[in-house]
């Protein structure tokens, strides 16, 4: 009788965490779709890159930093840059881009040391560093630009640009703009063993 008491309490237990497990495999369990490779930070620095299928996710550490996909992805940047004149500008845009092999990305990218972010940040930067004050209010002119920069910084990572677009420039003080300007990835200075950033 003892045994079928001790099993009837397991039992009891069992269908009583049932709930607060299915809500932990909510929050923490994600699925990466077919043909993509997502590159997740924990804390700020590189854990891992995972391929299609599920994965632990810890939304209160973990930060999914790059989706690489054969399909389109749509990401938007924010960020400060310096002109050939020394203005500082906060500039949003948009990128819609493709792997064009999967494999091929993560390992050139890998090569690299760098992440899919900073390319398409280094491209912007490289654009407005050429620029003087007063080329920075031509959006039309601005993106053409901007587009076949990114196209020819990331065709050694085989990733094919879709779109671009400039959606806002913001003209920023001197003082703010040194303090967060844009800073390109240093590539090796990371000791951890991330194989794309």
Same mark, same amino acid.
């Given at each position: 009788?003892?045994?079928?008491?001790?099993?009837? =309490?397991?039992?009891?237990?069992? %269908?009583?965490?049932?709930?607060?497990?299915?809500?932990?495999?909510?929050?923490?369990?994600?699925?990466?779709?077919?043909?993509?490779?997502? %590159?997740? =930070?924990?804390?700020?620095?590189?854990?891992?890159?995972?391929?299609?299928?599920?994965?632990?996710?810890?939304?209160?550490?973990?930060?999914?930093?790059?989706?690489?996909?054969?399909?389109?992805?749509?990401?938007?940047?924010?960020n400060v840059f310096e002109t050939h004149?020394?203005?500082?500008?906060?500039?949003?845009?948009?990128?819609?881009?493709?792997?064009?092999?999967?494999?091929?990305?993560?390992?050139?990218?890998?090569?690299?040391?760098?992440?899919?972010?900073?390319?398409?940040? #280094?491209?912007?930067?490289?654009?407005?560093?050429? #620029?003087?004050?007063?080329?920075?209010?031509?959006?039309?002119?601005?993106?053409?630009?901007?587009?076949?920069?990114?196209?020819?910084?990331?065709?050694?990572?085989?990733?094919?640009?879709?779109?671009?677009?400039?959606?806002?420039?913001?003209?920023?003080?001197? =003082?703010?703009?040194?303090? +967060?300007?844009?800073?390109?990835?240093?590539?090796?200075?990371?000791?951890? +063993?991330?194989?794309?950033?």
């Amino acid at each position: 009788m003892d045994d079928y008491a001790a099993f009837e =309490d397991f039992f009891v237990a069992l %269908v009583g965490f049932w709930p607060l497990f299915l809500i932990t495999a909510l929050l923490f369990l994600r699925k990466v779709p077919k043909d993509t490779a997502l %590159v997740i =930070d924990r804390n700020g620095h590189y854990l891992k890159t995972k391929r299609s299928g599920f994965y632990i996710f810890n939304p209160s550490t973990d930060e999914v930093t790059s989706k690489i996909s054969t399909y389109p992805s749509t990401k938007y940047y924010n960020n400060v840059f310096e002109t050939h004149d020394s203005r500082f500008y906060r500039i949003g845009f948009m990128v819609i881009y493709k792997a064009e092999d999967l494999e091929q990305v993560l390992s050139s990218l890998s090569d690299s040391r760098r992440s899919i972010d900073d390319v398409i940040n #280094c491209a912007m930067e490289t654009l407005v560093a050429s #620029c003087v004050a007063k080329e920075m209010t031509n959006y039309p002119e601005l993106n053409e630009r901007y587009f076949s920069q990114l196209e020819y910084m990331l065709e050694p990572f085989y990733i094919d640009v879709t779109k671009t677009s400039i959606q806002s420039i913001q003209t920023l003080t001197e =003082d703010y703009g040194r303090e +967060n300007k844009f800073e390109r990835h240093v590539s090796g200075s990371d000791s951890s +063993n991330d194989p794309i950033h």
